[in-house]
């Protein structure tokens, strides 16, 4: 089916949620929207968005429906809480989750969509605030490959580099794989710019040399040049990093895995956290390092 067919439920329009809802209503789908937060919604209204008051109120109106909440429990609520969706969604409905979630919750979405004749894909994003504004998500998929096939002109409008992983969960392990590479490499980037500016360089051409060669990652290429303007406004905010690296270790632990690394950043951005900065972007990590730097 066509995009300017579809009528595309979207429930979650936060930082990233908000730009992959307009890109769908730019490619001509009839979108509907639910948030916790209407305010948060309005633009996408004005645009022409239908607003529901429930998840539930929203389902039967859909052919897709879409999420993009903060938490498992999020997720659990929108689809299976005494407004959520799943109760009211038509048979035939696709769902796709964008969420960072567990394999877990994505493998029983799945079996509970199938019960009532739907199909479900676990599809977490990476990319950011950014990476949603230009549509240049990479987006892991979990699920049926047919289903997967069907729904891949929805996921061309979101992003560029589109990966089927294989069965359902198999989305949400391959962003553990993303979060446990970021994870690490955020210690990397903040350390070697609290060591470029203990040695009086300057950290403008210090990323003009590093950030092309071996040590190059999008991590020193979009967030370091955020750090040095003392921007540490949310691309990705620091309480979801937290719960993914926590999905992580806790998937880790049950394949008898340890990962030191994973484990380190994980208790700096606790530290984060006990500061009252949940709600800034990873890059305020740098903050451990210098904190000479005061997050407004």
């Known amino acids: 089916m066509k995009l300017n067919d579809l ?24 979108l509907h929207i639910y948030n916790r937060t209407k305010e948060k919604a309005m633009e996408l209204i004005e645009l022409g968005a239908m607003w529901h008051e429930t998840p539930k109120e929203l389902a039967p ?10 938490y498992p429990a999020d997720l659990e609520e929108v689809v299976f809480g005494e407004n959520g969706f799943i109760q009211s969604a038509k048979p035939g409905t696709t769902l796709i989750d964008f969420t960072t979630s567990t394999p877990t919750l994505a493998k029983k979405i799945e079996e509970e969509a199938i019960t009532r004749g739907m199909k479900s894909l ?18 892991m998929v979990g699920g049926e490959k047919a289903t997967f096939d069907e729904m891949l002109h929805i996921f061309n409008v979101l992003g560029q580099n589109i990966v089927y992983q294989g069965k359902s ?5 391959v962003k553990m794989c ?6 690490s490499g955020m210690l990397g980037v903040c350390e070697a710019l609290a060591y470029s500016k203990a040695a009086g360089l300057d950290g403008e051409k210090v990323l003009s040399s590093i950030s092309t060669g071996a040590a190059g990652s999008w991590s020193l290429s979009n967030l370091a040049p955020r750090v040095l303007k003392g921007d540490f406004e949310p691309g990705f905010y620091i309480k979801h990093f937290i719960k993914d690296m926590g999905i992580a270790i806790d998937e880790a632990e049950k394949m008898k895995l340890n990962l030191p690394g994973l484990l ?9 956290s006990k500061k009252g900065l949940d709600e800034k972007g990873t890059q305020a990590l740098y903050m451990l390092y210098d904190p000479s730097h005061h997050v407004q």
């Open 7 to 30: 009528h595309i439920g979207f429930i979650g329009i936060g930082v990233m949620g908000k730009s992959m809802a307009k890109h769908l209503i730019n490619a001509g789908a009839t």
């Open 264 to 272: 380190l950043a994980k208790s700096c951005y606790e530290e984060l």
């Open 178 to 183: 993303n979060q446990i590479a970021i994870a």
């Open 169 to 173: 969960g198999s989305g949400q392990h």
């Open 122 to 139: 676990d599809a977490p994003v990476s990319g950011g605030d950014l990476g949603a504004r230009e549509a240049k998500l990479a987006i």
């Open 61 to 70: 109106n859909c052919d897709v429906i879409c999420t993009m909440v903060g």
